[in-house]
């Protein structure tokens, strides 16, 4: 049954799916196609030139595509110690179908499959980095999959409170929603406070103090939750929402190399005791 919260004529005021064409192989990685359950055709772009490195698996904002990120995320995950893969959500761009909360969910877990199928030896270590939006399917995919090669979590400019977000986002009254059994779903499936509370991983939170999109205390709140897993609160001046990464490029990428390192020290030690 699908679910309230997926729904067309709401996720038609959540999402923002971009159009574009199928990726090609290029110095900076190649293309992966995935599938949901449903067959649901998902495309990943996949940049290893590191061997060894651990894998940044990047869930990109809303209104974004994987070719969007290319000019600079590739050299960035370099600069932190990092390969990086990419993925987009089902509508968008290089993906079939159309965006659902549940269906983004689920792409954000099929890209991550794709990487723990690989060899231990090409992946020692995925760090889940979720922007925006994708910060949602960034918490609940490393709160599903606990296990020693799943070493870190960033949230940039992260959702901590969706039913908020959807108060702002979705004209209940004009679309004749019941506003209460939407956010009694939304609460059943995407309690944010307790599926941080799951996470046994470092956790990175990056937030700009303006952001009007989604105000800082999203991230405080992160902050607060993530307790003793907290590696970092890193809290901007510069930059809104949609700057925030250009205009604080060299702190971004420091703090990314430290949650890098610190997911494998992770991953050394998850494999010294195996």
Request: proline share 6%.
């Given at each position: 049954?699908?679910?309230?919260?997926?729904?067309?004529?709401?996720?038609?005021?959540?999402?923002?799916?971009?159009?574009?064409?199928q990726?090609?192989?290029?110095?900076?990685?190649?293309?992966?196609?995935?599938?949901?359950?449903?067959?649901?055709?998902?495309?990943?772009?996949?940049?290893?030139?590191?061997?060894?490195?651990?894998?940044l698996?990047?869930?990109?904002?809303?209104?974004e595509?994987?070719?969007?990120?290319?000019?600079?995320?590739?050299?960035?995950?370099?600069?932190?110690?990092?390969?990086?893969?990419?993925?987009?959500?089902?509508?968008?761009?290089?993906?079939?179908?159309?965006?659902?909360?549940?269906?983004?969910?689920?792409?954000?877990?099929?890209?991550?499959?794709?990487?723990?199928?690989?060899?231990?030896?090409?992946?020692?270590?995925?760090?889940?980095?979720?922007?925006?939006?994708?910060?949602?399917?960034?918490?609940?995919?490393?709160?599903?999959?606990?296990?020693?090669?799943?070493?870190?979590?960033?949230?940039?400019?992260?959702?901590?409170?969706?039913?908020?977000?959807?108060a702002?986002?979705?004209?209940?009254?004009?679309?004749?929603?019941?506003?209460?059994?939407?956010?009694?779903?939304?609460?059943?499936?995407?309690?944010?406070?307790?599926?941080?509370?799951?996470?046994?991983?470092p956790?990175?939170?990056?937030?700009?103090?303006?952001?009007?999109?989604?105000?800082?205390?999203?991230?405080?709140?992160?902050?607060?939750?993530?307790?003793?897993?907290?590696?970092?609160?890193?809290?901007?001046?510069?930059?809104?929402?949609?700057?925030?990464?250009?205009?604080?490029?060299?702190?971004?990428?420091?703090?990314?190399?430290?949650?890098?390192?610190?997911?494998?020290?992770?991953?050394?030690?998850?494999?010294?005791?195996?």
């Amino acid at each position: 049954m699908t679910k309230l919260y997926d729904r067309p004529e709401i996720c038609r005021h959540c999402f923002y799916p971009q159009p574009g064409r199928q990726l090609d192989r290029s110095d900076l990685g190649e293309p992966v196609v995935l599938a949901l359950a449903d067959g649901t055709r998902i495309g990943g772009f996949w940049c290893h030139p590191s061997p060894d490195a651990p894998t940044l698996l990047y869930l990109h904002g809303n209104g974004e595509r994987i070719a969007d990120q290319l000019e600079t995320w590739p050299s960035w995950a370099q600069r932190a110690g990092a390969n990086i893969f990419f993925v987009d959500y089902p509508g968008y761009a290089t993906s079939a179908g159309s965006p659902t909360l549940s269906g983004c969910c689920q792409a954000a877990q099929v890209a991550l499959d794709f990487l723990l199928a690989r060899d231990g030896d090409q992946v020692p270590a995925i760090i889940v980095v979720g922007r925006s939006i994708g910060s949602l399917f960034a918490l609940d995919v490393v709160a599903r999959n606990p296990g020693p090669r799943l070493s870190g979590l960033a949230l940039e400019s992260g959702i901590a409170d969706l039913c908020q977000r959807l108060a702002v986002w979705v004209p209940h009254h004009q679309l004749a929603i019941d506003r209460p059994a939407l956010e009694a779903a939304v609460a059943a499936d995407f309690d944010q406070r307790a599926k941080l509370g799951r996470v046994e991983v470092p956790v990175l939170v990056l937030h700009t103090e303006r952001d009007a999109i989604v105000p800082i205390w999203h991230g405080e709140q992160f902050a607060a939750w993530a307790g003793s897993h907290l590696l970092r609160f890193v809290r901007f001046e510069a930059g809104d929402h949609n700057t925030i990464q250009l205009f604080n490029e060299g702190t971004y990428v420091a703090a990314l190399a430290d949650l890098v390192n610190a997911a494998r020290g992770r991953a050394s030690g998850c494999a010294a005791r195996r």
